[in-house]
């Protein structure tokens, strides 16, 4: 028998981090006839096409490229501005961020976070520049925006280029603007697990039409015509089924962030006064958030117990929370000998690594599944 620490029942379902968004099977089986009918399932259909301006459309951005997944899209970012030698960016993400620069042969710099947004902290970003450096890779980690005044003044002193990691900020924007308008390009994920998908799925969005022209050439092999091949490519495309399925999902989207946006302000109330519990950060009135993700960070001396007993604790009531981002890109295997991936480097990412703590965050949770939540947790405390 389990030993639970309050007499909440446990949920009689597991309570995953996330659960992904499904379109009403009707309107996809409708959109398959399309595709059937057509007999063109992949290589730049007519839904490929057509979600790729209804994208531009929503997330405000000129250009475009879909691609099959939000990696392969970054590692072709770093192909189409032909970066070489090293960039800077946060040790704070998913594995793929710093593995694309891997795969380009560039070396990963690590560059500590924010304390309150858990970004890239743009007043560290220029003492890590040495001659080698090409780029900046920032990432809106949880849908928070980066400081990106801040890292453009940098990256325009030294002639940087920057690529913004957007996997978690979907329909962000600033001021009204996409968020995909910073930088010289933007990556959004489109995976199952995102406040928007096609399944699988990426895209970059960028400024410049000479640069959609070579990110689709990269994406398709570096195919120009049957006779010519004029670029070291890859497969990156989208096929038809995703693009419809993504097509589907646009008028989903804001049904789901309205959702979430709901839960965050019961997880916002329910937890502001516990001792030991830090919430989200807060973003300026001119930003639109997604409100994908809601991650708490806990002060296992203010709380009285640790990050991972709350973890496993929650288990044992069907809550299967997740350690976003724990480990450090820093800390794998295959990048802990850099120099500056060194603990005594990185302090504030370290020491938000062993603290934080994704929380269920899906549409399809009730306001009461949050608030059970809320109370097993906050019966935790010591
Ligand atoms: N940059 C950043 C900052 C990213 O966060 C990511 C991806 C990328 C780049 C790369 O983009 P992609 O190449 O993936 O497009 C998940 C996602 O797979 C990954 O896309 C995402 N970040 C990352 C933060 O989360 P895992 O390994 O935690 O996924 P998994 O399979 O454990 O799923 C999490 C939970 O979601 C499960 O416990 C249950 C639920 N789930 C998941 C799937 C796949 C479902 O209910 N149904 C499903 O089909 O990485």
Redesign the pocket.
């Known amino acids: 028998m389990e030993k639970f620490l309050s007499n909440l029942e446990p949920f009689k379902e597991i309570i995953?981090?996330?659960?992904?968004v499904l379109p009403k099977i009707e309107e996809v089986t409708e959109k398959l006839k399309d595709i059937w009918e057509a007999k063109w399932l992949t290589n730049n259909g007519p839904q490929h096409s057509m979600l790729e301006s209804e994208l531009e459309n929503f997330l405000k951005v000129p250009y475009l490229s879909l691609f099959n997944?939000?990696?392969i899209a970054?590692i072709v970012a770093c192909q189409s501005l032909r970066l070489s030698g090293e960039v800077i960016t946060t040790p704070f993400?998913?594995a793929?961020?710093t593995h694309v620069l891997s795969w380009n042969n560039i070396q990963p710099i690590f560059c500590d976070i924010d304390a309150e947004t858990m970004n890239l902290d743009a007043e560290k970003i220029e003492s890590m520049i040495t001659p080698h450096t090409t780029a900046i890779l920032p990432?809106h980690v949880f849908g928070t925006p980066c400081d990106v005044e801040k890292i453009q003044e940098v990256a325009d002193k030294y002639g940087l280029k920057v690529i913004y990691?957007a996997?978690?900020a979907f329909g962000v924007e600033i001021g009204g603007e996409g968020i995909g308008n910073f930088g010289d390009i933007s990556m959004f994920?489109?995976?199952?697990?995102k406040l928007y998908h096609t399944v699988?799925g990426?895209a970059l969005v960028h400024g410049d039409k000479n640069l959609k022209a070579r990110i689709d050439l990269l994406k398709n092999f570096g195919i120009k015509n049957e006779d010519e091949v004029v670029m070291p490519g890859i497969n990156g495309k989208l096929n038809e089924v995703s693009s419809a399925i993504g097509r589907i999902m646009l008028n989903y989207v804001e049904d789901e962030r309205q959702k979430r946006k709901l839960l965050h302000e019961i997880y916002d109330s329910e937890l502001s006064e516990v001792e030991g519990i830090k919430l989200m950060p807060k973003c300026g009135e001119d930003v639109k958030l997604n409100y994908q993700y809601y991650v708490i960070r806990i002060d296992e001396k203010l709380f009285g117990k640790s990050r991972d007993e709350v973890y496993d604790e929650f288990k044992k009531y069907n809550v299967?929370t997740?350690k976003?981002f724990h480990p450090l890109c820093s800390e794998f295997t295959c990048y802990r000998q850099l120099n500056s991936a060194r603990k005594e480097n990185l302090p504030v990412a370290n020491k938000i690594a062993d603290q934080v703590l994704s929380m269920p965050m899906y549409g399809e949770l009730s306001a009461d599944d949050v608030k059970k939540i809320c109370d097993i947790l906050k019966s935790m405390r010591r």
Not at 16 to 20: I, K, S
């Open positions: 995953f981090v996330t659960r992904p997944n939000g990696t970054l993400t998913f793929a961020t990432v990691d996997a978690h994920s489109f995976h199952a697990t699988e990426g299967y997740r976003y």
